[in-house]
């Protein structure tokens, strides 16, 4: 099939996917997965099938989804924040994410001891070891600021098996954060509950689009990418997310942008179309490639993001018992920001949209430092 590498072709194989995922989400069965977790099921499954571009057959559609795609989608969604029950969420969530971040380094450490990947990966284990570390504390920034410290990207199939590994990984904790919340709901009932959304679960249907909010909106969508971008590149300390996200804020109190309709929906949907790609990055097929070695880095790799989940759920199930807060906390921990602020959207959880944002952008201060402690114990 010469045509899999067409983005046309791709694109329009991620919207066919999004559509399906939300009409499955919507039968008897599918409720209980929600269209979130849908989408990244049919995605992954149609990548590893080879029927769309995967994460090692990668095309620059899928680096423009989560470049241009995944800011403005989270832009879109923070236009209708409640700041006020964002306070009553921040310190809850910022608590968890410290308490998961260490998890995250005391699980890798514990792996290194129980598995001893050094026998496998010889002196490179220490360096991959500080780059799990990074990036399940707060996502790839702190992954790749590790490797080219050590100039780790140069060890071309080492490299890109560790990248495949985080891949699939992620997608699977994913997939175990959109779940858990549901399961445990019913064993252990929520104790406590931050004040949420009265809107429907899934998204709104009722919310209308005119063409003039519709210019509106793509207008200050890109205007406000545009600028958080230019700041970047002036002041490369403050991350992007962070302009842009305060951008959005505070557009969201002015009486004009508040009136705009869609902006909802608008952000939904980008938030889908960027859950489709992670979705094609859980490529199986590149791990089992990797034959020992990748096994050898799965099991490394799992293991420490399981560890930290169980330390987070018990925690936070015993202190606070809101299990879409704590799934939140923890896919900021391993997926950073982005996928973080999906499941927010997933959960219909407005109100913890900004915090998610916020304890992902400190994962990406705190991870890369964790990363280098790592190191130097092993």
Known sequence: MGFINNPTYVLTVLSLVVILGVYVGKTKLGKHLGAALLIIIFTA?????????????????????????????????????????????????????????????????????????????????????????????????????????????????????????????????????????????????????????????????????????????????????????????????VPSIITISTIGILLAQTTFVSKLKGSHNLGLYLVFLFLAVIGAYCELSAVIDLKDLGLTLFLFAGFSVVFHGVITILVGGFIYRDWEMIAIVSQANVGGSSTAIALAESFNRKELILPAILVGSLGNALGTYLGFLVIYIL
């Open 45 to 237: 499954i149609l990548a590893n099938l080879k029927v769309i571009p995967s994460a090692s057959t990668s095309i620059p559609l899928y680096h423009g989804i989560f470049t241009y795609v995944a800011p403005i989608s989270i832009f879109y969604l923070l236009l209708n924040i409640n700041l006020s029950s964002i306070k009553r969420a921040g310190i809850p969530m910022i608590g968890l994410f410290i308490l998961g971040s260490f998890a995250t380094a005391l699980g890798i450490l514990i792996s290194w001891c129980l598995l001893s990947p050094e026998n496998t990966l010889g002196e490179d284990g220490k360096i991959i070891a500080g780059m799990l570390t990074g990036t399940y504390t707060g996502g790839s920034v702190n992954f790749n600021a590790i490797a080219l410290e050590y100039g780790f990207q140069k060890k071309g199939a080492l490299y890109a098996g560790t990248i495949a590994v985080d891949n699939v990984i992620t997608t699977l904790w994913i997939i175990v954060t959109l779940a858990f919340p549901i399961f445990l709901s019913r064993f252990w009932p929520t104790k406590t509950r931050i004040k949420r959304s009265q809107e429907n679960e899934e998204f709104i249907e009722d919310e209308s689009i005119n063409l003039t909010s519709l210019m509106w909106l793509v207008f200050l969508g890109l205007g406000a990418y545009f600028v958080s971008d230019e700041l970047k590149s002036y002041v490369p300390q």
